[in-house]
């Protein structure tokens, strides 16, 4: 069982950063951020994997960074250039293995979720 929790969601002025973290019991094969907007399925936002390989989604690619920090069991997703279209909560996820579909941000590829913080861009 992997555990996540996110922090540093909150509120913030169209154009200006956040960083999301999330602290993991044990390292993953991958790992990503999702966003979900009511009534809208589950959107990846960034994923990375054990080498650093990463991917973005289209809308973020650009202005959002994520990276992972092993020895701090710490996941990172930097914003910048927010925009209130990102404002929606946003989930960390882990897997037990890599996929291709993980790491282009297929949620049904992650077994473990943390909780959802909220950020909200006006």
């Known amino acids: 069982q992997v555990q996540l929790v996110e922090s540093g969601g909150g509120s913030a002025q169209a154009g200006e950063s956040l960083t999301l973290s999330c602290v993991y019991g044990q390292s993953s094969y991958c790992m990503g951020w999702f966003r979900q907007v009511p009534g809208k399925e589950r959107e990846g936002v960034a994923t990375i994997d054990a080498i650093d390989k990463k991917r973005y989604a289209d809308p973020v690619t650009g202005r959002f960074t994520v990276s992972r920090d092993n020895a701090k069991n710490t996941l990172y997703l930097q914003m910048s250039g927010l925009k209130s279209e990102d404002t929606t909560t946003y989930y960390c996820?882990?897997?037990?293995?890599?996929?291709?579909?993980?790491?282009?941000?297929?949620?049904?590829?992650?077994?473990?979720w943390g909780q959802g913080t909220q950020v909200t861009v006006s």
């Open positions: 996820a882990a897997n037990d293995y890599w996929s291709d579909d993980a790491m282009r941000g297929d949620e049904f590829e992650y077994k473990y």
